[in-house]
């Protein structure tokens, strides 16, 4: 079964700082593997999609990368606002399962003014 | 867009008693979801379907029924509620294959007493 590891599970930084929330998975056969935002009691944003073929993709401050063969994706958050704040969530898609996503449980993300 | 709909968005139960938890896609997709969050356990999969008339079993199916009789719904149902089912309920929904990106609803916040 695929296992999805979240570092640090919470992390604060002032205001301005960039930043970066790490991702791990156990089996390296994926398909693809998205980044989502969570606010407190909401939905899942997606932030960006990364396919296995790919090593990164960028949105805005956001840059998110990829290293299959190592099991390892980074979310990289570029001069962090307050607005930032939230849940980040990594999951990824296995190759073989093809259907469901597995996800981490999440890094939780305070920026403080 | 109303992209994935979740209804209702807030509900109570008695131990017990039986309800059935809504999702409407209107971006035509195939494959649809149904998670639960719980804290410290991140999101696991409930069940899921790859098309209309067909649901399979995720990671913790037991408790809980699907259908999916037509290809823009997808329904959840408790028949018998438990404590244990108190939690937050997600549906996500996407297109199969390429690029496979998954979208989510808003979430139901199930509590039972």
């Known amino acids: 079964k695929q296992e999805v590891t979240q570092i640090p599970a919470a992390l604060s930084v002032p205001e301005g700082e960039n930043l970066v929330l790490n991702c791990s998975f156990t089996d390296s056969a994926i398909y693809n593997l998205q980044w989502f935002r969570q606010d407190p009691g909401k939905g899942l944003t997606s932030l960006l999609l990364?396919?296995?073929?790919?090593r990164e993709q960028t949105s805005g401050r956001l840059n998110a990368s990829l290293d299959k063969s190592s099991g390892r994706s980074t979310l990289y958050i570029a001069a962090s606002q307050p607005g930032d704040s939230a849940t980040y969530l990594c999951a990824v898609r296995h190759s073989n399962s093809g259907y469901a996503l597995n996800f981490g449980k999440g890094t939780s993300l305070l920026v403080t003014p | 867009n109303a992209g994935v709909t979740q209804t209702p968005k807030f509900r109570v139960l008695k131990t017990g008693q039986s309800m059935t938890l809504l999702c409407a896609q209107d971006?035509?997709?195939?494959?649809m979801y149904w998670y639960r969050q719980d804290p410290g356990m991140g999101l696991r999969l409930i069940h899921y379907s790859v098309g209309e008339g067909t649901t399979a079993k995720g990671e913790v199916p037991d408790g809980y029924n699907v259908s999916r009789l037509k290809k823009q719904n997808f329904l959840l149902g408790l028949e018998s509620a438990a404590p244990s089912q108190t939690s937050v309920y997600f549906c996500?929904?996407?297109?199969?294959?390429?690029?496979?990106?998954?979208?989510f609803g808003q979430g139901t916040r199930l509590t039972v007493v």
């Open positions: 990364i396919q296995s073929s790919q």
């Open positions: 971006m035509n997709h195939e494959y």
């Open positions: 996500a929904s996407r297109w199969p294959g390429h690029p496979g990106e998954a979208f």
